[in-house]
C-alpha cells in the first residue's frame, strides 16, 4: 500500500512535470510533439529580432526562431536559429528575411522560397536578409523632409537676415531725414489747408469748366465747318486769279519789261536821293538876303 502511494505520487509528480514542460513550450509557441527541422542565418544586425518571434511563408506562420546567440569571431556577427514546425521543402538558395510585422515595429522572419537543385537539410544555414519595413521608410521619408525643412529654415533665415537688415536701413534713413520728412509733411499740411480754403474757387473752376464744356456741347460745328470750307474755296479761287495771266499782279510779277522799268526807276530814285543828300544846295537856296534882292530886282 505504501509503495502503492508513492508510485502515485510519483505520477503525479511526473505529470505536473511534464505539463508544465509543456505548458511552458506551447507558451512560446512550440510544439513539442512535432518533427522539427532547424536552420540557421547569419546576420550582422538582427534589427531587434527576439526568441520565439514567428517565422512565416507567405504570412502563414510554419515556425519561430529559437535561439539568437554569437558567432566565435571577432566581427560580433550574430546566428539566429529557427525552428521550422511543418513539413516543407525548400532549397539552400532561399533566404531568411527579417520584416516589420506590425506598425510598432516588431519583428519577424520570412522564408522565401529561392530556385535550386539543392534541398535545404536539418542543420543548413541559409541565407539572412533584412527588409526595409515601415519605419525604415518613414526614417528615410523623415530623413528628407528633414533636409529640406533644414533648407527651409536656412532661406527663412536669410530672408529675417534681409528684413533686419532693411529695417535697420530704413530706421537710419528716417533717423538721417527726420526733419526734412517733418518739414515735407508741414508742406503738406499747408498745401491742404490751401486746398481747402480754395475749395470754393475750385468748385467755381470746375463749375465754369462745365458750363464751357456745355457750351461746346451746343456749337453748330457743321455750320462752323462750312464756312470753313466756302472760305477755303474762295481763297483757293483768289489765288487762282492771281496766279492767272490776264491779272495786273501776274503781268507785274511775270513780265521782264515791266520789272526792268520798276528796277531802273527804283535806281534812280536812290540816285536823285543820294545826290540831294550830297549837294543839298543845288536843289534848294535858302538865303535871308538873297530874298530883298529878288524883291529890289
Known sequence: MKNYREFLVGL??????????WGIHFLKGENIFSNKTFFYAVYDNVDGLTISRPVTVNGFRVGQVSNISFLSNHKANLIVQISIDEDISFSKN?????????????KALELQFMPGNEIALNGDTLIGTIATGLTGEVTEQFGSVKVGLDALIVSFDKVLKEVNNLSNSANRILVSNEQKLSNSIESIEVLSDILSSQAVNINKSISNLASFSDSLSTVDISSISKQILILSFELETLLAKMNGVQGSIPRFLNEDSIYNSFSSTIKNLDALIIDIKENPKKYVSISIWGNHKNNDR
Open 94 to 106: 532561399s533566404m531568411l528575411e527579417i520584416y516589420d510585422s506590425d506598425i510598432m515595429g516588431s
Open 12 to 21: 503525479f509528480v511526473c505529470t505536473i512535470l511534464a505539463s508544465l514542460y
